[in-house]
C-alpha cells in the first residue's frame, strides 16, 4: 500500500529526478538507490487481476510475491516461494501447496491460505483480460470457489476443472501476472460497490513482496522502498526508482554517464553503439513469443499449401535474423519456443525463390499475384516486411505494405479481414509446448461466428483436425516420453500441411546496465527480481 512520503524521503525523490536533466558532470546515482530508465505509456493498472504487459510485471514483481517461481537463470525450473513445497495426485488431478509460515504483507498483515485462494478466484469474479489462461483450463467465476480452496490456513488445494497436464498450472502460477498474491484484508477495506478493491489497486499495492510501493505518477516515476521484514531477508538496496523516459537516444547518455543503472527499451542502435563502451554490460532475455509471417487462409491463393510453401520459400530467414534481429530476437523457425526439450531442431527453412517460382506455377500462379502485408510501423516489424515485400516480388507476388497501429494491424486479424501479418505472438512465459501451440495453431471451430479471437490459429482461418487432435491428445498425455513424441509428431505434420503461422525469430529483450551494479539477471518471464541487486562500489 502506499504510505505517506517523509520529507526526507520526498527530497531524495526531488534529487533523483533532477540526475541528468542539466547539467554536464557526471552525477553516480546513490549507492543504495537503483534507478531504473524505462518506457511506462503502456502501464495502464498495478491490479495483478487487470494489469497486462512486461512493463507491469517487472514492478509487481517487486512488490508482490507467487506462490512458486521459475528459476531466473534456469526457466525450466520451478522453485519454492511463498509455498515451501507442492505435490501433484497419482491422478493428476489435484494440486497442493504447502505454505511457509511467518510471511508477513506489508500491511502487517499475516499471510494465510485464505489470502492466496481469495486472490486466485478474485481473478475469475472479475473476469478481466488475465482471466482467460484460467478458463482455458476450465475454471470459472461459478467454479472456482470449489476447485480452488484451502483446508487450512497454511494449506491450499487445486483441483483442475478438466484433465490437462498440471505442470502447465504450474507454469502459470510461477509466471502469469494474474498469480501475484493479495493481502485480502487490506484489499477489502478498499471495496468500492463490488469492485473486490480494483479501483484502489489501479494505482496501489497490497503485497508482500520485498519492496513497498510509495509512489506511481502516471508516466512519470515509481518509487519503492526495502521491506524490511521481507520473509526471505531484507533487499540489498533500500530503493528503487523507475522513471519514465521512452527515447532510447537519452536512455543511452543517461546510462552511460552513470545517471541510470538499468536502461530498458533502447533501440537496437543505440544498444549497438553502446557496444565497446566500459561503462556498461549488456543482458540479453529470450521471451516466450516468436516473430511471424501469417497468411490468412480465408483468402483463395492462401488456401491452397502449394503457395503457403511458396511463401515459406521467399522469406530470407537468415538474411532477416543476420541484419534485422539482433537485439530483438534470434531464428526459430519452428511453433513452440527454444530451449523446450519437445521442441525439434529447425527445419531449415531458407530462401528460394525457384523453389517458390515451381510451386506458384503448378498453382496456377505463373506469373504470381497481388497482396497485402499488414505490420505496425516500427522495428523490427517494419523491416521484416520490408525484406519480405522484396522476395516475394522475385517470385512475381507483388505485396503492398500497410502500415498501422496495433488496434488496427491486429484488429484486421481478429477479423479475418487481412492477406498477409508480419505479427508477434504465442504462449507466452510458460514453459510448455501446449502453451504456444494453443495459441499459435489451436482452432477447434473454423466458423467466422464462433469467434475464437484469442486464438491465432483461428484468425488465419487454418484449420486441421489432425493437428487439433494431437494438440489435445498431447495436453493430457500423463506419460512424458509419450507426451514428447506427440509434440515432435505435431511439428512435423505442421511443416507437411504448411501452417499459415511461419515463425521466423524469437523475440529477444536486451538491457543495458551501469558496470558497478551487481546481481541483476532478467527473467524470461519479465518478473526480473530486485531484491539481490546491489552495487560495487
Known amino acids: 500500500m502506499i504510505k505517506p512520503l517523509p520529507h526526507l524521503l520526498a527530497g531524495l525523490l526531488a534529487a533523483t529526478l533532477a540526475l541528468g536533466t542539466a547539467t554536464a558532470v557526471q552525477a553516480k546515482t546513490p549507492a543504495d538507490q537503483l534507478i531504473v530508465g524505462m518506457s511506462m505509456i503502456n502501464l495502464l493498472s498495478l491490479d495483478p487481476a487487470a494489469a497486462t504487459g512486461l512493463d507491469v510485471s517487472e514492478v509487481n514483481a517487486n512488490l ?3 506462490l512458486l517461481v521459475q528459476d531466473a537463470a534456469a526457466p525450466d525450473t520451478l522453485v519454492p516461494a511463498l509455498a515451501e513445497r507442492w505435490e501433484i495426485s497419482d491422478d493428476h488431478k489435484t494440486l497442493t501447496f504447502h505454505l511457509r509460515s511467518g510471511v508477513k504483507f506489508h500491511s502487517g498483515n499475516e499471510l494465510t491460505a485464505q489470502d492466496v485462494i481469495w486472490s486466485l478466484q478474485r481473478v475469475l469474479k472479475l473476469n478481466l483480460a488475465l482471466a482467460s489462461t484460467w478458463k482455458a483450463y476450465g475454471f470459472t467465476a461459478d467454479n472456482v470457489e470449489q476447485q480452488i480452496r484451502a483446508t487450512d490456513d497454511h494449506t491450499v488445494v487445486i483441483e483442475l476443472a478438466r484433465p490437462t497436464d498440471p505442470m502447465l498450472v504450474l507454469n502459470t502460477l510461477a509466471t502469469s501476472p494474474s498469480a501475484f498474491i493479495l493481502d485480502k484484508k487490506e484489499v477489502l477495506k478498499h471495496d468500492k460497490n463490488g469492485d473486490m478493491g480494483g479501483a484502489w489497486l489501479t494505482t496501489n499495492a497490497a503485497g508482500s513482496g520485498p519492496f513497498v510501493l510509495n509512489a506511481w505518477r502516471a508516466n512519470d516515476v515509481i518509487l519503492m522502498t526495502r521491506f524490511e521484514e521481507y520473509w526471505g531477508g531484507p533487499a540489498k538496496l533500500k530503493r528503487v526508482v523507475m522513471r519514465n523516459m521512452t527515447e532510447s537516444q537519452s536512455l543511452r547518455l543517461m546510462v552511460e554517464r552513470g545517471d541510470l543503472d538499468i536502461a530498458r527499451g533502447m533501440s537496437a542502435p543505440d544498444i549497438t553503439a553502446l557496444s565497446s563502451s566500459d561503462k556498461v554490460k549488456t543482458q540479453t532475455v529470450q521471451r516466450g513469443t516468436l516473430y511471424y509471417v501469417a497468411l490468412s487462409t480465408k483468402q483463395p491463393m492462401f488456401a491452397d499449401a502449394r503457395v ?3 511463401v515459406r520459400s521467399l522469406i530470407d530467414y537468415q ?30 527453412y531458407r530462401l ?9 506455377a503448378e498453382a496456377g500462379y505463373p506469373d504470381g499475384f497481388q497482396t497485402t502485408i499488414r505490420v505496425l510501423a516500427e522495428p523490427p516489424f517494419i523491416n521484416i516486411a520490408s525484406s519480405l515485400q522484396s522476395t516475394l516480388a522475385q517470385a512475381g507476388i507483388k505485396a503492398r505494405i500497410v502500415t498501422g497501429t496495433g488496434t488496427q494491424v491486429y484488429g484486421s486479424m481478429r477479423e479475418r479481414t487481412f492477406d498477409i501479418i508480419v505479427g508477434r505472438g504465442g504462449g507466452g512465459a510458460e514453459r510448455h509446448p501446449h502453451s504456444s501451440l494453443r495459441t499459435l495453431v489451436y482452432n477447434p471451430d473454423n466458423r467466422d461466428e464462433a469467434k475464437l479471437s484469442n486464438f491465432q490459429g483461428w484468425r488465419t482461418s487454418f484449420h486441421s483436425p489432425e493437428l ?17 513424441e506427440l509434440y515432435h509428431q505435431f511439428q512435423n505434420l505442421y511443416d507437411e500441411q504448411v501452417g499459415a503461422i511461419m515463425p521466423i525469430s524469437q523475440m529477444t529483450d536486451t538491457v543495458v546496465i551501469y558496470h558497478d551494479v551487481v546481481g541483476y539477471v532478467g527473467h524470461s518471464a519479465a518478473t526480473t527480481r530486485y531484491k539481490d541487486v546491489h552495487k560495487d562500489r
Open 64 to 66: 508482490y510475491d507467487m
Open 308 to 310: 503457403r510453401k511458396a
Open 468 to 484: 487439433n487432435a494431437l494438440i489435445e491428445q498431447a495436453e493430457v498425455e500423463p506419460d512424458k516420453q509419450k507426451q514428447l
Open 352 to 360: 528460394n525463390v525457384e523453389e517458390a517460382k515451381k510451386l506458384l
Open 319 to 348: 538474411g532477416i535474423n543476420d541484419v534485422v534481429m539482433p537485439h530483438y530476437g534470434t531464428l526459430n523457425q519452428r511453433p513452440m519456443p527454444l530451449g523446450l526439450p519437445a521442441r525439434l531442431d529447425d527445419p531449415g
